[in-house]
């Protein structure tokens, strides 16, 4: 696989960069102004960049497992939290979206672990993916766990979306720029298998298909 991806390069090389050369450069010299930030899971489906059809330069990216911001206050805010501050204070990025997707494996863990523990069931021990996951442990709460499998899914995966979105006004430059209209924050959902781009709906939680 590395040598293919060593192959890769050779061809954005010849390719890629023979077309882009003039955005390129004007990125190496004048450095990075991009207007978005993404943040979202480290899933290898979930690509930013091919999804919205965007370039070098265009969008500031965020992967994590499970596309999790933690609250500002927390001691897991440290990776996202650097992140964010330099998006928001020093490229003054217009626009955060916060991108969910179908079938997240972080999510299920979670899920997966709220249900063992219901069921009085042995936890499967990980060193960092069960504690870095439970961050997200109060976006599930009212997650109805005797529904169908899918509709667990989407729906953990959907309120892990909000509640990324909502922890992201805990941080109070992100907070201020909000107020200012100098940002805004946003919540999306990516299904595969439709192919289609949910977003929070305005003062709900509750998501729709993306009409374009
Ligand atoms: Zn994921």
Same mark, same amino acid.
């Given at each position: ?14 390719? #890629? ?8 450069? &004007? ?24 999804? $919205? ?16 911001? *933690? ?14 501050? #330099? ?40 060193? $960092? ?8 442990? *109060? ?18 995966? &959907?309120?892990?979306?909000? #509640?990324? #979105? ?25 299904? $595969? ?18 009409? $374009?």
């Amino acid at each position: 696989m590395v040598k293919e991806l060593v192959t890769g390069f050779k061809n954005f090389r010849t390719n #890629y960069f023979e077309k882009k050369s003039q955005i390129l450069q &004007r990125l190496s010299q004048e450095g990075q102004s991009p207007k978005t930030m993404v943040i979202c899971c480290s899933d290898s489906r979930v690509e930013p960049s091919i999804l $919205f059809d965007t370039g070098p330069g265009d969008l500031f990216i965020v992967r994590n497992v499970a596309n999790i911001v *933690p609250p500002f206050a927390s001691k897991n805010s440290i990776s996202a939290g650097a992140a964010l501050e #330099y998006a928001v204070k020093n490229l003054m990025v217009k626009d955060i979206i916060v991108l969910g997707h179908a079938h997240c494996g972080g999510v299920a863990a979670l899920c997966k672990k709220i249900t063992n523990k219901k069921a009085n069931m042995t936890e499967h021990s990980t060193d $960092f993916i069960g504690s870095w996951v439970d961050i997200a442990k *109060p976006a599930l709460s009212e997650i109805d766990f005797d529904d169908k499998k899918e509709n667990i899914e989407a729906n953990a995966e &959907r309120a892990v979306v909000v #509640y990324s #979105y909502t922890n992201l006004l805990t941080y109070p430059w992100i907070y201020d720029a909000i107020n200012k209209k100098a940002l805004k924050i946003h919540a999306w959902w990516l299904d $595969f298998k439709s192919v289609t781009l949910w977003k929070k709906a305005e003062g709900s939680d509750s998501f729709m298909p993306i009409e $374009f």
